[in-house]
């Protein structure tokens, strides 16, 4: 079986941006305990189709409202690269915290 170290070094090289949803998963499957993998895991899923659908939901609506196509699709990027940056920040912020603890 593969650890986890070596899937997330195989994923940062194949796809970066795929490697943070492959990193934040583990740290979140790392960090619940044994008896309850099951459960985390459905969460760190449900979490991620639940901001997939609402990403889409949103950002679409956002490309829709505008006029113009172009304003539209600016504007829906934009706001998708400061929640993905605020996303990541928090992140880390978690990783750092939690290394503290241990």
Not at 90 to 99: K, L, N, P, S
Request: with cysteine; proline share 2%.
């Amino acid at each position: 079986m593969e650890t986890m170290q070596a899937l997330r070094a195989r994923e940062e090289k194949r796809n970066p941006t795929a490697a943070l949803a492959v990193i934040c998963a583990g740290y979140f499957m790392e960090a619940a305990p044994f008896d309850r993998g099951g459960i985390a895991s459905g969460v760190v899923n449900a979490a991620r189709q639940a901001g997939g659908v609402l990403g889409v939901a949103i950002l679409g609506s956002l490309v829709s409202a505008r006029a113009d196509f172009i304003g539209g699709l600016q504007a829906g990027l934009i706001i998708a690269a400061a929640a993905f940056l605020t996303g990541a920040a928090v992140t880390a912020r978690g990783i750092d915290a939690g290394a503290h603890q241990g």
